[in-house]
């Protein structure tokens, strides 16, 4: 067992502090004793390039298949050369037809290729680390070496049989290191190996189905966004500013419905302006405002990746005229705040990446009715376009 050795990464990080705090050299600590089940766990990869090997040349299949069984429920299993050594026992076996493919099986293939091209390039760092329970890992570099070695040597002598069906022959030349990329192959030609083919639509069905039933389902929905406000008429006194936003609410599959609370900034404005309060004139060219709405959408298209609909609101949009704090505003009389109704329509977009997670755009035009007796005049709407980040 002397490839076996403790991760000291862990527990060298609280040592540093303590170094300093005491002012002393801190000594290295033993590592703790092996647990007996662990060493039985090691065992499987650090036999199975001797016993594998042995079985095969015995014919001992059954025995072959008992001892990859066993390995496959250990705590630390290596699936991949798992799986490719129970294809080619299959194969070698004729049975194939009957073994169960696992619904990974593509992606087991994929990472044998990608490990047996490592071991045939010259220059290439090519290790094979297990995680064990902390602190270990072991260094199963050699041994992976050799069983990959053992497999595509078995996995050619097989494609010398001639009655091997295009499923079989897939397997095989992956195995032997002649399909370097078998998801590429696959998705080129699917009768290249109608089994995984299959597997791989259903798995796809069943992923669609998963996906299709959170999607029209109910749910919360929570967002945070990125925008632009963009004034019109004489409200572009105050100018365009950024937004950021947070979004909570509930949808089903066609309808969404919405809190949303925007924050503007960009002070100051490009033009000052005037308002009234008590009867005396203040000019100002300070801006921080905002919109708080609830909002509904209705999507007319609604695919598995994507939704797009209309979108109306109503809310309030306000902006302050001074800071609240500073000993300047403190002079300036109450409401500190300009108000109006808005109600506002667009469209919105949405694109989903992940099973929960989207990326959105959404476009509206706001209505609006500021309102500033005596002060500067701030008629005029507001276009807003915001790049959203959320999930359901």
């Given at each position: 067992?002397?490839?076996?050795?403790?991760?000291?990464?862990?527990?060298?990080?609280?040592?540093?502090?303590?170094?300093?705090?005491?002012?002393?050299?801190?000594?290295?600590?033993?590592?703790?004793a092996?647990?007996?089940?662990?060493s039985?766990?090691?065992t499987?990869?650090?036999?199975?390039?001797?016993?594998?090997?042995?079985?095969?040349?015995?014919?001992?299949?059954?025995?072959?298949?008992?001892?990859?069984?066993?390995?496959?429920?250990?705590?630390?299993?290596?699936?991949?050369?798992?799986?490719?050594?129970?294809?080619?026992?299959?194969?070698?076996?004729?049975?194939?037809?009957?073994y169960?493919l696992?619904?990974?099986?593509?992606?087991?293939?994929?990472?044998?290729?990608?490990?047996l091209?490592?071991?045939?390039?010259?220059?290439?760092?090519?290790?094979?680390?297990?995680?064990?329970?902390?602190?270990?890992?072991?260094?199963a570099?050699?041994?992976?070496?050799?069983?990959?070695?053992f497999?595509?040597?078995?996995?050619?002598?097989?494609?010398?049989?001639?009655?091997?069906?295009?499923?079989e022959?897939f397997?095989?030349?992956?195995l032997?290191?002649?399909?370097?990329?078998?998801?590429?192959?696959?998705?080129a030609?699917?009768?290249?190996?109608?089994?995984?083919?299959?597997?791989?639509?259903d798995?796809?069905?069943?992923?669609?189905?998963?996906l299709?039933?959170?999607?029209?389902?109910?749910?919360?929905?929570?967002?945070?966004s990125?925008?632009?406000?963009?004034?019109?008429?004489?409200?572009?006194?105050l100018?365009?500013?950024?937004?950021?936003?947070?979004?909570?609410?509930?949808?089903?599959?066609?309808?969404?419905?919405?809190?949303?609370?925007?924050?503007?900034?960009?002070?100051?404005?490009p033009?000052?302006?005037?308002?009234?309060?008590?009867?005396?004139?203040?000019?100002?060219?300070?801006?921080?405002?905002?919109?708080?709405?609830?909002?509904?959408?209705?999507?007319?298209?609604?695919?598995?990746?994507?939704?797009?609909?209309?979108t109306?609101?109503?809310?309030?949009?306000?902006?302050?005229?001074?800071?609240g704090?500073?000993?300047?505003?403190?002079?300036?009389?109450?409401p500190?705040?300009?108000?109006?109704?808005?109600?506002?329509n667009?469209?919105?977009l949405?694109?989903?990446?992940?099973?929960?997670?989207?990326?959105?755009?959404?476009?509206?035009?706001?209505?609006?009715?500021?309102?500033?007796?005596?002060?500067?005049?701030?008629?005029?709407?507001?276009?807003?376009?915001d790049?959203?980040?959320?999930?359901?």
């Amino acid at each position: 067992m002397k490839k076996i050795y403790p991760n000291r990464r862990g527990w060298l990080i609280p040592l540093f502090p303590l170094c300093f705090a005491l002012g002393s050299q801190a000594q290295e600590k033993a590592p703790p004793a092996l647990s007996p089940r662990m060493s039985r766990q090691i065992t499987f990869i650090v036999h199975a390039p001797v016993l594998l090997p042995a079985f095969l040349q015995q014919r001992s299949y059954d025995s072959m298949k008992n001892f990859l069984g066993n390995w496959k429920n250990s705590d630390y299993p290596s699936r991949e050369l798992i799986f490719g050594a129970e294809a080619l026992l299959a194969v070698e076996t004729g049975k194939f037809s009957s073994y169960w493919l696992p619904c990974d099986c593509l992606y087991y293939l994929s990472d044998y290729s990608r490990e047996l091209k490592n071991i045939a390039t010259q220059g290439s760092q090519f290790r094979y680390l297990l995680k064990l329970t902390q602190p270990y890992s072991y260094d199963a570099t050699q041994n992976a070496r050799t069983l990959l070695l053992f497999l595509q040597s078995w996995a050619r002598s097989l494609l010398l049989r001639p009655d091997l069906d295009p499923s079989e022959l897939f397997v095989c030349r992956t195995l032997a290191g002649d399909i370097p990329d078998p998801q590429a192959a696959l998705a080129a030609d699917s009768q290249s190996c109608p089994r995984i083919a299959l597997v791989e639509k259903d798995l796809s069905a069943y992923n669609n189905s998963v996906l299709t039933s959170r999607r029209d389902g109910k749910r919360g929905t929570a967002a945070i966004s990125l925008g632009w406000w963009s004034p019109t008429g004489h409200l572009k006194i105050l100018g365009p500013h950024p937004s950021v936003g947070v979004q909570l609410g509930m949808r089903n599959k066609r309808n969404e419905y919405d809190l949303t609370w925007d924050l503007r900034f960009g002070y100051p404005t490009p033009h000052p302006y005037r308002y009234v309060r008590q009867d005396s004139v203040y000019t100002t060219s300070y801006y921080d405002g905002g919109y708080i709405g609830f909002e509904y959408t209705r999507y007319f298209i609604h695919r598995k990746y994507f939704d797009l609909g209309f979108t109306t609101a109503i809310g309030d949009d306000y902006f302050a005229v001074a800071d609240g704090w500073s000993q300047q505003a403190n002079a300036v009389p109450l409401p500190l705040h300009v108000n109006s109704f808005d109600w506002n329509n667009g469209i919105r977009l949405k694109y989903f990446f992940k099973r929960k997670g989207y990326i959105g755009l959404t476009a509206k035009y706001h209505l609006l009715a500021y309102s500033n007796p005596g002060g500067t005049n701030l008629s005029g709407n507001a276009y807003t376009l915001d790049l959203s980040f959320g999930s359901h």
